[in-house]
């Protein structure tokens, strides 16, 4: 951290509040927190591993070997936890955007900075090395009045932000701050979004019909602050300048896949329990907590005997959303197939994040996150309700109207539900273990645990009134 910055003060795992199982509940108990938090460690460790091969643009990114060695854990994984027809589904890609490499520096007055945490925004489409040599302008929030008497024109704006509610969102999309820059004739827009330390992360900058016409970056805090410095202290007339080289690159031929496997029941119906496998950076809350709860419910199930197993439940590991969605576009492609007989389909994703990921002392509390909860109208509703309740999973008070992330293209093929929330630090790679309590993994899993047996005393013609989208 930065001098006089305080480091993020975490609660011990053992320090969070727990429900108390009822007798009811007992059953379980099996679900340990401390073994699924082990999961997002190791999860979270292939990212890292990604990273250190020298590799810019990190995380377990679709294509990459990092995916391919997310797929190959999972695959032992479900081995381990007994499932049968543990198999790879491999997918291909159409070809991938994705940043090789960059680098930004202002200097002036006699000093400069790189910008470490400076990370293009994803999917921007250019193809190949741009480089820029451009005047800095500092430019505020970057309100109508912060433009007054500023010439933008072929220079780099940066623009302060904060995070605000909802998905890779700031108040730079807010109030078009980076789409007045890019009127104006700028060359560059570099969003510095103020969360304590210097995150690098992966949010939106431009939007619609401006993202490609000019580069844009997510800047840390601390690096933002060090080019506003170098612009107060410039003579008149003599504005830093910013050197910047960035390749993006088209790559073609890459695959990527889903993993699958089943615990067998009486019946042809089934339960599916999916979490996507990618990530930006370590992705610890998206999504080594979903991957760890629908292991944590894997094996869970594994112990109860098929006589006690009405349907047949599917876990899979999907190829994710953040690149091309190829896993769950093909269970869209093959609704029928995939969806005909289901019951059920539970979406492991962000399933648990600490309460109080605050910004002026980074202090986190001793309580989990609340999340949003998608749930298909109908008898599913109250009986997802009651098991998040009765484990003490805090969800908000509005349900939301539609499912965000992974089953956003097939939710509407199965009665469906998942809990999620997009933390300030979603995204980016401030998102580390120590953000997800194992009380929070454990309290979720085993509540979507306690909605599949809940579920399993409801027929499935049933189930399946009200599953059509709203």
């Known amino acids: 951290p930065a001098t006089g910055e305080r480091r993020p003060v975490f609660a011990a795992d053992d320090e969070f509040i727990r429900m108390p199982l009822t007798a009811e509940a007992r059953v379980y108990a099996d679900v340990d927190g401390a073994r699924l938090k082990g999961y997002v460690r190791e999860i979270t460790a292939i990212a890292r591993r990604y990273r250190d091969r020298g590799h810019q643009f990190w995380g377990r990114i679709v294509g990459t070997d990092a995916d391919a060695e997310t797929a190959d854990w999972m695959l032992a994984k479900f081995r381990q936890a007994g499932l049968e027809r543990v198999r790879l589904q491999p997918l291909d890609l159409p070809p991938q955007r994705m940043p090789q490499s960059w680098q930004v520096t202002v200097s002036g007055a006699g000093d400069s900075v790189t910008l470490t945490s400076a990370m293009p925004e994803d999917r921007l489409p250019l193809d190949g090395v741009t480089t820029l040599d451009v005047d800095a302008v500092y430019v505020g929030w970057g309100h109508e009045a912060d433009y007054a008497g500023r010439d933008v024109r072929g220079k780099a704006v940066f623009i302060y932000s904060m995070p605000m509610p909802g998905v890779r969102n700031t108040s730079s999309n807010r109030n078009g701050a980076a789409a007045r820059a890019i009127a104006r004739g700028a060359a560059a827009v570099f969003n510095v979004v103020e969360l304590p330390g210097n995150v690098s992360g992966q949010w939106a900058v431009t939007e619609g019909a401006d993202r490609g016409k000019v580069p844009a970056f997510l800047v840390g805090a601390a690096d933002g602050a060090a080019v506003r410095r170098l612009i107060e202290r410039a003579p008149a007339g003599q504005a830093p300048r910013l050197t910047m080289r960035l390749e993006i690159r088209m790559v073609p031929n890459l695959t990527t896949a889903n993993v699958w496997g089943e615990l067998p029941g009486m019946t042809d119906e089934t339960v599916m329990i999916i979490a996507h496998r990618d990530s930006f950076f370590e992705g610890a809350d998206d999504n080594a907590s979903g991957m760890a709860t629908l292991l944590g419910m894997a094996e869970h199930f594994a112990r109860i005997p098929k006589a006690q197993r009405r349907r047949t439940i599917q876990f899979v590991g999907s190829s994710g959303h953040h690149g091309t969605a190829v896993g769950t576009q093909w269970m869209a492609d093959h609704q029928e197939e995939v969806f005909g007989r289901m019951a059920l389909l539970i979406n492991c994703e962000h399933t648990a994040l600490v309460a109080g990921v605050g910004?002026?002392?980074?202090?986190?509390?001793?309580?989990?996150?609340?999340?949003?909860?998608?749930?298909?109208?109908?008898?599913?509703?109250?009986?997802?309700?009651?098991?998040?309740?009765?484990?003490?999973?805090?969800?908000?008070?509005?349900?939301?109207?539609?499912?965000?992330?992974?089953?956003?293209?097939?939710?509407?093929?199965?009665?469906?539900?998942?809990?999620?929330?997009?933390?300030?630090?979603?995204?980016?790679?401030?998102?580390?273990?120590?953000?997800?309590?194992?009380?929070?993994?454990?309290?979720?899993?085993?509540?979507?645990?306690?909605?599949?047996?809940?579920?399993n005393d409801v027929d499935l013609a049933t189930l399946k009134i009200g599953s059509r989208p709203r």
């Open 359 to 455: 910004f002026a002392n980074q202090t986190k509390s001793n309580a989990v996150a609340a999340k949003g909860l998608y749930v298909t109208p109908g008898p599913l509703a109250p009986i997802a309700t009651r098991a998040l309740r009765s484990f003490g999973v805090p969800i908000y008070a509005a349900l939301s109207e539609r499912p965000a992330g992974e089953i956003g293209r097939i939710y509407q093929f199965a009665p469906s539900l998942q809990i999620i929330d997009a933390s300030l630090y979603y995204h980016t790679d401030a998102e580390i273990d120590d953000l997800i309590p194992a009380a929070g993994l454990e309290a979720v899993t085993r509540a979507y645990a306690k909605i599949v047996d809940d579920v």
